[in-house]
Nanobody, 120 residues
């Protein structure tokens, strides 16, 4: 059984910073690509940033230059450093990972989500 657990969300003022973490645990052979997604009230879930197993990254235009995705393969953990936060960044943030649970079997997993609220 594999679990993804997010942490680090909260309430922050506009212009502030937060760091999200996503820790994977369980029967893991290898973690492939990982990513952060978010869903604001009344909107569809959208991709925020992704990172491959060899640290290649991709960002949504709306967060480029403000957010940084990273991962620590030794700890099976991914991070999202969020700076210069804006009210429109308010959403539930989810982590996603494509995980090999055996050499020949992989699937996508999702965390439970962590709330980020940017408000004065």
């Amino acid at each position: 059984q594999v679990q993804l657990v997010e942490s680090g969300g909260g309430l922050v003022q506009p212009g502030g910073s937060l760091r999200l973490s996503c820790a994977a645990s369980g029967s893991i052979f290898r973690i492939n690509a990982m990513g952060w997604y978010r869903q604001a009230p009344g909107k569809q879930r959208e991709e925020v940033a992704t990172i491959t197993s060899v640290y290649s990254t991709h960002y949504a235009d709306s967060v480029k230059g403000r957010f940084t995705i990273s991962r620590d393969n030794a700890k099976n953990t991914m991070y999202l450093q969020m700076n210069s936060l804006k009210p429109e960044d308010t959403a539930v943030y989810y982590c996603n990972a494509n995980i090999l649970v055996s050499p020949a079997w992989d699937r996508d997993y999702w965390g439970q989500g962590t709330q980020v609220t940017v408000s004065s």
